[in-house]
């Protein structure tokens, strides 16, 4: 008969300790500690080291390179981020905020890929609730198989059955296993499931996505280690008022973490953006103060965003600083760098900036589009609506170098603008061979002021 164990887990790192603490002694987390019984079968043997072992040890020489083959998804931005297509015997876990769309995008996945078994197992949702939901992404009559359940053993042995091309698990959280007997959710149970399917996925080489949820951090839920197991952790980010969802690889063993996927939430689903740049810009900022537009890049893609800024005489006696979209820190730089090296006054002012379209940008070569917003609000001048700007600003106001000037180049010259601020250092590295586009190097931010706002 199988003995069983009793064990206290920190719900945080997953830290086991033989009796209940109130602080763990790994992460330092308060009133982590949770019990769970753990069914041990018959003691390990020793010596099962020394057993003979199907695998040898193998010089680089020796191992066969077999080609790879990756299965296309049959969504450009989902492959984009995956590295070129779902890897066979990989897992890939999918975080993100609830009602963020993870459900929507891999159901969406699995109605649309042709001539492939696909297992779609939800313990999240009944499979009314799943038919409802395919019914308004408009493809009800796919081929692939849907199931509701939480057990891992029955859902392995489905698998099994079935032997699919793809299996979907929505989500990791709702799992539980027979072998652990803590509640669903607990570090316990999604270390065990994790590595059940782990060990499915490998054996089979099927590949499986699993969806995850997030802690209200924002980091997944459940043991750091659930990150360690999966070969690729995508994350789905976004700002619930805004339609906008961006898929990012936060890591990836068969390709890159800088690539991103964007995507738009409609009544019917999950729409690929394929052009950012046109959902982000609104035409309609010529002759408004306040407003310049970047050439940013996020991962590795180039796109214009529009900077809004409003500079006003503060009501109060400490001016109001805010900022949506850029980091606070790094605009309180900027101004004072705006005060300092160009001598304008704002310290009696409010200053609001905000990137539209509900998008977070961490790309520092966004900052001298930053400073001509605020001082085009300052002023109340409109910046020429025609020249997009790029370029990091150091603290004694020179504009420094930005990464893959070449792709900000082109896709400012993609939407039609006729200049583009850049970094005079960056000169020398520009290939990109411009059609219509006028490329003005400046090396202060004075020199760019004097473009954008003369007459
Ligand atoms: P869902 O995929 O259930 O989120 P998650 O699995 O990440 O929790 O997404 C639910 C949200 O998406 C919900 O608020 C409604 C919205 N939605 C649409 O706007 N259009 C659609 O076609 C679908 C299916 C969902
Ligand atoms: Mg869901």
């Given amino acids: 008969m199988a003995k069983t164990k009793s064990v206290f887990v920190c719900q945080n790192c997953g830290n086991e300790s033989a009796k209940w603490v109130g602080k763990c002694s790994a992460c330092g987390e308060w009133n982590t500690y949770v019990e769970e019984v753990v069914l041990t079968g018959k003691s390990k043997n020793p010596t099962s080291f020394f057993s003979d072992s ?22 450009s931005e989902l492959d984009r981020v995956l590295g070129g297509g779902v890897v066979p015997g990989s897992l890939v876990l999918v975080g993100g905020d609830p009602g963020i769309g993870k459900s929507t995008l891999v159901l969406q996945v699995s109605l649309t890929l042709k001539n492939k078994t696909i297992l779609y197992v939800s313990g999240e949702e009944s499979l009314q609730q799943l038919k409802m939901r395919a019914q308004r992404v408009g493809k009800d009559d796919s081929e692939c198989l849907f199931l509701s359940e939480t057990s891992i053993e029955k859902i392995l042995h ?16 709702t799992m539980v296993t027979e072998r652990v007997e803590s509640s ?32 209200k951090e924002g980091s997944l839920a459940g043991p750091k280690v659930l990150e360690h197991m999966v070969d690729t952790v995508l994350q789905f980010e976004g700002d619930k008022n805004y339609m906008y969802r961006i898929l990012r690889a936060i890591k990836n063993r068969f390709g890159s973490t800088s690539e991103l996927g964007i995507f738009e939430m409609q009544q019917n689903g999950l729409r690929e953006v394929l052009n950012p740049s046109e959902l982000l810009l609104s035409s309609e900022h010529e002759g408004l103060s306040g407003v ?29 600083r805010s900022s949506t979209g850029f980091d606070l820190r790094r605009m309180n730089m900027l101004l004072a760098v705006l005060e300092k090296r160009m001598g304008f006054k704002l310290g009696t002012r409010d200053v609001f900036l905000n990137i539209a379209g509900g998008i977070k940008v961490n790309d520092p070569g966004i900052d001298l589009a930053v400073l001509s917003a605020v001082l085009s609000s300052s002023v109340d001048k409109a910046a020429n609506a025609k020249t997009a700007i790029t370029g990091e600003v150091g603290l004694s106001g020179e504009v420094r170098s930005v990464s893959r000037i070449d792709q900000r180049i082109a896709e400012a010259e993609k939407l039609g ?7 005079k250092s960056n000169l020398k590295s520009v290939t990109f061979k411009t059609k219509t586009i006028r490329v003005i190097p400046v090396q202060q931010v004075k020199e760019a002021f004097q473009i954008l706002f003369q007459d």
């Fill in 54 to 75: 199907p695998q040898k040890p193998q010089k680089l020489t020796e191992i066969e390179l077999r080609p790879e083959v990756r299965m296309n998804s049959g969504n």
């Fill in 158 to 173: 489905h698998a099994q059955q079935t032997s699919p091309d793809l299996l979907i698990i929505d989500s990791i959280q």
């Fill in 184 to 215: 669903p959710g607990s570090v316990g149970q999604v270390r065990e499931c994790a590595g059940l399917i782990l060990k499915y996925a490998k054996a089979s080489q099927t590949p499986v996505i699993l969806i995850g949820h997030i802690n």
């Fill in 292 to 320: 310049c537009i970047a050439a940013a890049l996020e991962g590795m893609r180039p796109f214009l965003i529009e900077v809004q800024a409003l500079v006003s005489t503060a009501v109060y006696g400490t001016p109001q």
């Fill in 417 to 423: 603008f006729e200049s583009i601020i850049i970094p």
